[in-house]
């Protein structure tokens, strides 16, 4: 399969934070070492658990398309839930055209992100001033298409009042840093290390998914964290703390974007479990997995899941959507 990510680092002072982090860890704090007084669930978490055979997996067809598809999954999923309805389709052919033509970066940042990727805090920007539309409207292209290409549905003037109509409240948004493009008192500063697993846990608890963007990691063979092909089969991505992880570099300044659904409690994760996350790589990503799962989940395959640890240390941004009005 065709592996494209299509985020990076909220800046590059970010990148260059998450590096340091980790080296003051790997110097002073063990990577076993528990945290006391954290109340963490005994029960898996699965907001998905009901209504998953009615959304399967969806697959980016090798576009950097992430935060489009983790940003409208927890969209989706939110909308269900409270509904009570099988997920709609949105379109991330259209959410990802709008983040790129209205809501782009500052000059400075784009020249940072690969040619046609985005970042999360674009998505806040879209959902709360453009909105979105169903599939129907703007279906996905798995190809590149030429951004000069005339006439394209996701940009004809219905579609986009169709979306206006269709605006979205985030519920929160983090970040490590602040974006130009967004006024301070909408941003939650992320500090590495600082109990960010718990604030993306509690998300989980009030019955909300969140869009999550973490860094790659080099491995020797050259292939990242995510691509090895461990993590392709069981849909586990390690990070350098992990008991047992390979040895990985990094972070990177590229990384990756997915929508987080679930939590399994485990005792022998030294933060307290594994969180869920629903991925946009179609059933070949995790084609072996072995979630654990309590008797209402369904299949994993497609999904795959990230250390409290790992989310811990290395999360750089995360948006929590509210649901269409």
Same mark, same amino acid.
């Given at each position: ?6 985020? $990076? ?7 260059? #934070?998450?590096? *340091? ?17 954290? *109340? ?5 978490? $699965?907001? #998905? ?25 927890a969209v989706e999923l939110v909308r269900a839930r409270?509904? #009570? ?20 970066? %500052? *000059? ?29 409207? !703007? ?15 996701? %940009?004809?003037?219905?579609?986009i009042a169709r979306a206006g109509q269709n605006k ?14 967004? #006024?301070?008192?909408?941003?939650? *500063? ?42 392709m089969r069981s849909g586990v991505v390690p990070c ?8 990985? &570099? ?15 409690? &485990? ?16 059933? &070949? ?8 799962? &309590? ?5 994993? $395959? ?10 811990? !240390? ?12």
């Amino acid at each position: 399969m065709v592996v494209s990510f299509g985020s $990076r680092a909220p800046s590059k002072k970010t990148a260059n #934070d998450l590096r *340091k982090s980790r080296a003051a860890r790997s110097l002073h704090q063990p990577a076993t070492t528990k945290r006391s007084a954290r *109340k963490l669930p005994t029960q898996p978490i $699965r907001l #998905d658990a009901q209504i998953a055979h009615h959304w399967p997996v969806r697959d980016q067809f090798g576009r950097g398309t992430c935060v489009a598809f983790a940003t409208l999954a927890a969209v989706e999923l939110v909308r269900a839930r409270q509904t #009570d309805m099988p997920p709609e389709r949105l379109s991330e052919q259209f959410f990802h055209h709008i983040m790129l033509e209205q809501h782009p970066l %500052s *000059k400075d940042v784009a020249a940072e992100v690969p040619v046609g990727g985005v970042l999360l805090h674009q998505a806040w920007l879209a959902l709360t001033h453009s909105g979105v539309v169903g599939a129907e409207h !703007a279906p996905y292209k798995p190809a590149r298409f030429d951004n000069t290409e005339s006439a394209r549905p996701e %940009s004809s003037s219905d579609v986009i009042a169709r979306a206006g109509q269709n605006k979205i409240a985030p519920k929160a948004y983090g970040t490590i840093g602040a974006p130009t493009e967004m #006024d301070d008192q909408h941003v939650e *500063k992320i500090t590495p290390g600082a109990q960010t697993e718990l604030t993306i846990l509690g998300f989980l608890q009030a019955g909300l998914p969140v869009a999550l963007g973490v860094p790659l990691f080099q491995h020797p063979s050259g292939l990242s964290n995510w691509t090895l092909p461990s993590a392709m089969r069981s849909g586990v991505v390690p990070c350098p703390e992990d008991e047992g992880a390979p040895v990985l &570099d990094g972070p990177r300044d590229d990384g990756h974007v997915v929508c987080i659904t679930g939590f399994i409690p &485990d005792p022998q994760e030294p933060l307290g479990g594994w969180f869920v996350f629903r991925n946009s790589w179609g059933l &070949d990503f995790a084609s072996h997995a072995t979630i654990p799962t &309590d008797e209402t989940s369904i299949q994993t $395959r497609g999904y795959g899941m990230l250390s409290a640890t790992h989310i811990n !240390a290395y999360c750089w941004e995360y948006l929590v959507p509210g649901a269409p009005s």
